[in-house]
């Protein structure tokens, strides 16, 4: 080794030696962080093997000294609800924490309804957005990452951020809803500690300790910490791009002008309506890229102002130019389009408006009942009706996931995502020493398909984080999944009805809660719209269960039935000052059936706290089912506070 080698190694090592020997803090405490109150707050991080740390907090400072692994951690007095405050610590250098707050900590986590920000819904709310001045209140988002080879000690980033004016963009929607009815009445800090991902399965978000009972995903976690077991599934399964022939290009984009460009004369064009699937509108089964093309009228008043352009909801990917500008794309179905047009892009008269959609399976276009228009602070022109399309590009059929077939059949394909406990190893697990007031759970789309699982799933989760977090009644709230897809007027068999009813099974760990949200979903949109109400019910949960507050929090839920000849009289929890309907209607949604479990609508009245329920043709009933289906037509039995019942079914044994 020559000595310029040597001078090399030798700086490599002192700079590591500098890197580690600096006192650092976990991402989650940095300015602006909630910290529990009423409980001893821990201060832990790293430093190098045996070094001091001082931390000063409060007018008071406390001493301790890094293990010879390079940790270190130490526990502050209970404080109650206040701030600010600022923490310094030392060690061989210094790190101030500014803007600290006392008071209450939730975990908010699941996926996408979880993860919806205000910003995704800034039209509902847009006066919540304008008006929003709670300093007190705080969101950190902990950024997306996976570990599918055990927990990890830090977080990738993250910021807390205040809910004031534009700042409350990013919160969670649900969660920014719950946080301000509680801080409402209380007027003490929340923070709000939002960990999740849009389109993942609770597997990924159990903790390894849950799955004790389960040896198929015990054996899955081990496989996953074996480096060579993962990386031979690489090699099994190269990424699509490797693997396969190049697939044909689009014809809108690969000819001598692309269907944008103002230039471009079309021809042989066919008609078809937005909104639409263009499967429902003489499209054959066509998984590919279609092109939507139309001279929208643009009047004088708009001509050159900042526009918006509203596009409902679009299966799966999207492209909009607007004279040949492209002014927006979205690479998956479900957020809505909501694009802004720049200044000086509209002229008065013809604009050539054209849309690039790409669909993957299933029926590709334009979602109905939604808005689409283009519109400025006075004007609005409807896009909806007949344009022009041409279709750019087939794809062939999908065949298995992989052409190479491997002859170890212990390999399978790994979605890190997706794969047991690899979300909370990297997003939950770094800050389990961080004390909670509780938690909240938007969470189960994803396991639609096996709803038979979920409620074990559940018991595993509630008990894994309550382990994790070292507090074994630790509040658990959580919302039952709402009404998705088309309104059902037939009992029906469901599977999204069969994972609520796991949910409700979930409701056996003590100090839990389920929010029943049956009425507040859109059959066009996995993600809907009303995301308040979501929030401000479990906020009604949370002020029983973490506050103690006596008050009716959950709608009616199903206890107990017992059959008198053709009549099943049905008892219920939660019915609060009494059972009602919330239209002044009779009783809808409840099916009965015989031996034979062919379900017919029922009768259904109310008798005081019960609901009696029958069929002049059902002589001897066997099975009841009350909004059992994916999208419940007209589901109206409440308790008076105005909250929902639970769906359910009944299985005389």
């Not at 206040?82 to 060690?91: D, F, K, L, N, R």
């Not at 029906?492 to 409700?504: D, K, N, P, V, Y």
């Not at 859109?522 to 009303?530: M, S």
């Not at 009616?556 to 053709?566: C, F, M, Q, S, V």
Request: proline residues 6%; hydrophobic residues 35%; glycine residues 8%.
């Amino acid at each position: 080794m020559n000595r310029l080698q040597v001078l090399i190694v030798a700086l490599a090592f002192l700079l590591s030696h500098t890197l580690i020997a600096q006192v650092k803090l976990p991402k989650l405490i940095s300015d602006g962080v909630v910290l529990q109150r009423d409980t001893k707050i821990p201060v832990w991080g790293w430093a190098s093997p045996n070094e001091k740390v001082t931390v000063h907090f409060n007018n008071r400072q406390y001493k301790t000294k890094a293990t010879n692994d390079g940790t270190w951690n130490l526990k502050l007095p209970k404080m109650k609800a206040g701030g600010p405050y600022t923490m310094i610590v030392s060690g061989k250098n210094r790190i101030e924490i500014k803007d600290i707050l006392i008071g209450d900590v939730w975990l908010c986590s699941g996926q996408s309804n979880m993860v919806h920000q205000l910003n995704i819904h800034d039209v509902r709310y847009a006066d919540e957005i304008k008006t929003a001045n709670y300093p007190g209140i705080r969101h950190y988002a902990v950024p997306r990452a996976t570990s599918i080879s055990g927990v990890q000690d830090d977080l990738e980033g993250g910021n807390w951020q205040k809910a004031v004016g534009e700042e409350v963009r990013p919160f969670s929607a649900v969660a920014y809803f719950f946080a301000k009815k509680i801080y409402e009445k209380y007027h003490i800090p929340i923070g709000l500690i939002n960990a999740s991902v849009g389109g993942t399965p609770i597997e990924a978000w159990i903790a390894e300790e849950g799955f004790k009972s389960y040896p198929n995903i015990q054996k899955i976690i081990v496989e996953n910490k074996d480096t060579a077991f993962v990386n031979r599934q690489k090699r099994a399964f190269p990424k699509q791009d490797e693997e396969s022939s190049p697939t044909p290009l689009d014809k809108g984009l690969s000819g001598k002008k692309t269907w944008y460009d103002l230039t471009f004369t079309p021809k042989n064009w066919r008609k078809i309506n937005i909104p639409g699937y263009w499967e429902d509108q003489g499209i054959k089964d066509l998984n590919g890229v279609v092109w939507y093309r139309r001279e929208i009228e643009i009047p004088p008043s708009m001509a050159g102002k900042k526009a918006r352009v509203f596009l409902g909801r679009i299966v799966d990917a999207d492209e909009l130019y607007i004279n040949g500008t492209m002014v927006g794309k979205t690479t998956y179905q479900y957020p809505q389009r909501r694009y802004t047009v720049p200044e000086n892009l509209l002229k008065a008269g013809k604009n050539t408006f054209v849309i690039r959609v790409t669909n993957y399976n299933h029926k590709g276009g334009f979602v109905t009942v939604k808005p689409y228009c283009i519109f400025t602070d006075k004007d609005t022109v409807d896009l909806k009706g007949y344009w022009d399309y041409k279709v750019g590009e087939v794809f062939k059929p999908q065949g298995s996931t992989s052409s190479k077939k491997s002859e170890d059949t212990a390999i399978r394909k790994i979605n890190p995502q997706n794969e047991p406990t690899a979300l909370f190893n990297a997003m939950v697990a770094p800050f389990t020493q961080f004390p909670l007031k509780g938690i909240l759970w938007y969470q189960g789309e994803s396991n639609a398909g096996q709803p038979e699982k979920y409620a074990g799933y559940m018991h595993a989760l509630i008990g894994s984080w309550r382990q994790a977090f070292d507090t074994p009644d630790l509040p658990f709230i959580y919302a039952q999944l709402p009404n998705f897809m088309e309104v059902s007027y037939l009992p029906c068999e469901s599977g999204w009805a069969e994972l609520r009813e796991s949910q409700f099974k979930a409701l056996s760990v003590p100090n839990t809660a389920m929010t029943v949200n049956i009425d507040l979903g859109e059959w066009n949109d996995i993600h809907p719209d009303n995301k308040k109400d979501v929030g401000e019910r479990m906020a009604l949960a949370g002020l029983k269960l973490a506050y103690n507050e006596d008050l009716v929090y959950s709608g009616p839920l199903y206890r107990e039935h017992e059959i008198k000849g053709n009549k099943v009289i049905i008892s219920f929890d939660h019915t609060g000052s009494g059972l009602t309907t919330n239209d002044n209607e009779a009783l809808g949604e409840f099916a009965i059936a015989g031996e034979d479990r062919q379900f017919i609508w029922a009768k259904a009245k109310i008798e005081g706290d019960k609901v009696v329920v029958w069929s002049d043709d059902i002589p001897k009933p066997k099975y009841v089912r009350y909004a059992w289906a994916d999208n419940p037509d007209n589901p109206n039995l409440y308790n008076k506070e105005g909250l929902p019942a639970s769906p359910f079914r009944i299985e005389e044994q």
